[in-house]
């Protein structure tokens, strides 16, 4: 279907109306596979806000890898969660920038017109967690735009009002909106979960990736001294630029990834590599980590385990090369280290770690700004590793700058990360 894009740096309604249609670009489960052919542009009725909901009028977006995986219908398809069995589509965007601009009955925090940027955690009201223990812990808990349909790949996405922050003044709407999901993960991770401490040593895999560019600016903020791994020289200046003591080109390590299809022999060697890894590690560090910071899985995961110092802690929220991880335990019980598991952050943790961005402390990695129109393609380039840092899509906004109105601060807007592609 042919959709006229023509339209999207106007209102088309006045603020607390809403048109009957929209672009969006949406996955269907009969054409799930490779992002470029599974996420495609469409029209597609523009959502209402139900009690305690908003919806926002997209400025900017951001990408991050869980639309990647929902194009893929891996590991499990999306279709299956949430309200899309209901409205048939997912329209993914779990990072966005954008104008409050229809609110729903018994939302009083925030008002039509309110400049935004959204988190992407969902829970309901009325689970008992939400109120005591952690909204992460209710049995309704779900990511927007990956459990649910109403992303920011399009003209409008619908949010719970709790998801809503206010966006900090200095960035524009692409800068706004590129950090939140990968951030915010991050900073459950290393300040909650890794309980990270001043004089703290971490090792950070995929470094100059979505959740890397941020891991390495929070471990300078706690002033823990941090080494990144990444696959080329390019992404490894960046690294440093951002605070790393140093980073480690992972091509040099390449025997240590696990495949799992290794006989025993080739297990002995691989172990071997391993070993030299953690060396190397501990050669920057000065010790080797208190903590790693894990995303990678299968390939890297018996060698974060090995390379942890003995009590130290792997936290790990995400598995790209795989999620059935094995290891050998011993190194585990017999040094007493301990795995953590992380999944994004509650609005208390978002709204502390917006709170940094706003006052400077950590800035958003901005790769690449692209318009609407590139939507399925920066997610290809993505799905291929192609990529550094994060990518943000102009929606409502005409350009990379438009949205900044606080210039008088002096506070800088985001890192521009020259590498990869
Ligand atoms: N649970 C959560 O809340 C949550 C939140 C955010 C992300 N995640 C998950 O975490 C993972 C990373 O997310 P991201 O946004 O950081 O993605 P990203 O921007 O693609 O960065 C990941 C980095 O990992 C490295 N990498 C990829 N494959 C690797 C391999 N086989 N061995 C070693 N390194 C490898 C790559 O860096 P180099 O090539 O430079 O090494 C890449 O830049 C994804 O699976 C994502 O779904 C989970």
Known sequence: MSVDLA????????????????SAWAIREDRLGEPEDAIQLEEVAVPQPGPFEVVVRVMAAGVNFNNVWAALGQPVSVFKYGDHPEFGHHIGGSDASGIVWKVGEGVTRWKEGDEVVIHCNQASYEDVEVHG??????PSQQIWAYETTWGSFAEYCKVQAQ?????????SWAEAASYGLTYFTAYRMLMDRGQIKAGDKVLIWGAAGGLGVFAIQLCKAAGAECVGVVSSDEKGELVKQLGAVDYINRNDFKGMMRTGDETPEQEKERFGVSRQFAKKVKELLGDAPDIVFEHVGKATFPTSVFTVKPFGKVVICGATSGYTLDFDVRYLWMKQKEIIGSHFANAYQCMKANALIDEGKVRPVLWK???FEETANVHQLMRDNKHSGKIAILVGAKDADEGRTDTASGRPGAIHAEVGG
């Open 7 to 22: 339209p999207l740096h106007t209102p088309r309604t006045a603020l607390g109306e809403l048109p009957a249609t929209m």
């Open 133 to 138: 223990l952690d909204p992460m812990a209710a």
């Open 369 to 371: 700004t692209v318009g």
């Open 163 to 171: 998801q809503l922050l206010p966006k900090p003044k200095h960035l």
